[in-house]
Every structure is written in C-alpha cells, then in structure tokens.
C-alpha cells in the first residue's frame, strides 16, 4: 500500500496514534529503569537477592520493600510493578524488590526469615543507600502480603547479640500496602472465616512441611497460629492499606479445593480487629474503582515522608 494516496485525515490519524504509541513507550520503558543496585545478596542462600532504586534525594530518604507473591512456591523479585516503582521514587521513597528461598526447599518460618533479614540488611546497609531506618514499609501481593502483615505485626525480630550484624538490626515496618494478602494460615479458621474449599488449598501442605491427617494436633495448631499475622497484632503495631480483587460473594461448597484464598473476608477480619485495637486499617475492593498504585503512594507518602 502507498501510504501517500491515503486521504490527509487519515494520515493525521495515524500520525497522531503513531505518537500515542510512541509516548506510551517511552513511558513504559521510563518505568523499568535499571535498579541502581541489583542482585545484590541480603544472605547466603541464591534466592537472598534484592534490587535497589533509589530515590534522588540529598537527605535519607524512606524506603519501601516490595515482597512478591507465588503462594511461597513461586515468584521472584523481578515481579515488581515498574509503574509502583517509579510512583514511590517520584515522590521521594526509595524501593527494594526481594527474592526469598521457596517451598519445598523450605518450610515455615524460613520464608519469613529470609524476608526478615532483607529488611534488615537494608538497615545495615542505609547510610551507604542514603536510607533512613526508622522510616521504612513494605508492599507486596498474596503470600508475600501475609508474610508483610506478620513481620510488621510481630514483635522486633533484632538480636543486639547476635555475631551476625544483619541480625542485630530492626526488622520492625511503619506501613503496610498489601494486595489480596492472607492474613491468617490457620486452615481451621480460614473454614470459619470463608470456608471449606479454601482451608484445603494445597499451599499449606507445602509452606507447613505437613499432611492434612497431621493438622489437628496440638503441635500443628500452634503452627498455624504463629504463622498467621492477625495473631500478633497488638495496639503499637503500623497502619495497613489493603485491597482485594475476589469477589466478596461466600465460596461455594463444592469450589475447588484453594478457591476464595485471596477473598476479602481476610481483609474485613483484619479490619475488625484493627478497629478494636486502635489502627488504621484502609480496605478497600478494586469494585470500587481504586487505583492500588495511587493510593499505596499516597498512603506512604503520609506515613513515611509525613509521619502521620
């Protein structure tokens, strides 16, 4: 075809789509800015890697740790939304992405202690990345927003003891932005909470080491009681941005097994609980027109740049 017998509007047209696409890639391609840090090694396991961007900034700037999901079999830091990334640095707050060693390999709490360390390496390392420690939060999707809940719910993992100097720092959070996050792994209460389907989704033989004849024993209990976040939750612990995607319809009695993992009953027990104890807790359903990325910065922006 000879572009130039089209007629002159049609013309117009396309060079005016040509330039839409053209300004949308660049945008995009902005967005994946290489990290000013990556793969670097927060352990000594392969899968202890993170990446770094860091927000331009002559003071220390927060930071925020991403933590992927992939029901702690799956995933890798290289999942992070380059849209979330360029959103927080624009607005001053640096971003970490974190790998974390998966099941089979491990079980629980190694996946959390991997995420543990993480933040805590960043606080060994914040004057060298121009971090401030005492401002720092966490984002991440599914298994890796349960993993956040439980290590800004639980107590101060810091050893002052300790040989290794990662482990001596903080691991405590001052925000929390989580999507479809899992706040309890108690398959006996997730039954109650959203039902029978979902207590048998097959992540939890994985992430515990155990089989389902094993469940109802006193040592199993107390597992899935120390793994799930809402059990730590107490009235000095930071604020929470959740948000949902599942429809909030109940799951059906034959769904199968796994169905309604991320329903947004997790997140309206975690709120009710919240509420009780004093926190802000914002929950909120993509229905509801939300746009995550938006909010999320907003919601550190306030607790981390504001301090309020």
């Known amino acids: 075809m000879n572009i130039h017998r089209l007629p002159s509007a049609l013309l117009t047209l396309c060079a005016g789509l040509l330039l839409l696409c053209n300004a ?6 902005a967005a994946k800015v290489t990290p000013d840090i990556a793969n670097e090694h927060y352990g000594p396991h392969a899968l ?3 990446d770094l961007w860091k927000a331009r900034s002559d003071k220390p700037t927060p930071l925020v740790v991403q933590i992927h999901g992939g029901g702690f079999h799956g995933g890798s830091k290289n999942t992070a939304d380059p849209a979330m990334v360029a959103a927080l640095t624009a607005k001053g707050i640096s971003v970490m992405a974190i790998s974390y060693r998966l099941s089979p390999e491990v ?5 959390h202690m991997d995420c543990a360390r993480a933040i805590q390496y960043a606080r060994l390392r914040a004057r060298e990345w121009n971090i401030d420690p005492a401002r720092i939060g966490a984002t991440g999707n599914s298994a890796g927003a349960g993993m956040i809940l439980w290590l800004g719910f639980h107590d101060d993992l810091a050893d002052p003891a300790n040989a290794d100097p990662v482990l001596r720092e903080s691991s405590r959070l001052r925000g929390m932005a989580v999507f479809n996050a899992q706040t309890s792994y108690d398959p006996f209460v997730i039954k109650g909470w959203i039902g029978e389907a979902t207590s048998k989704h097959p992540l939890f033989e994985m992430f515990y080491g155990l089989k389902p004849e094993q469940y109802d024993t006193p040592a199993a209990r107390a597992q899935f009681a120390q793994a799930s976040a809402v059990t730590h939750l ?5 604020p929470v941005y959740a948000i949902y995607k599942e429809p909030r319809d109940p799951v059906p009695a034959d769904a199968k097994p796994g169905a309604g993992i991320h329903h ?12 009780r104890t004093g926190i802000e807790c914002t929950l909120r359903h993509v229905d509801e027109g939300a746009d995550f990325i938006q909010e999320m910065t907003a919601f550190f922006v306030r607790h981390l740049l504001e301090g309020k």
């Open 24 to 29: 949308h890639a660049k945008k995009a391609q």
């Open 48 to 50: 202890n890697v993170l």
């Open 107 to 111: 079980t629980y709490p190694v996946h």
């Open 234 to 238: 107490t009235k000095d612990d930071p």
């Open 264 to 275: 947004p009953n997790f997140g309206l027990r975690l709120k009710e609980q919240m509420d």
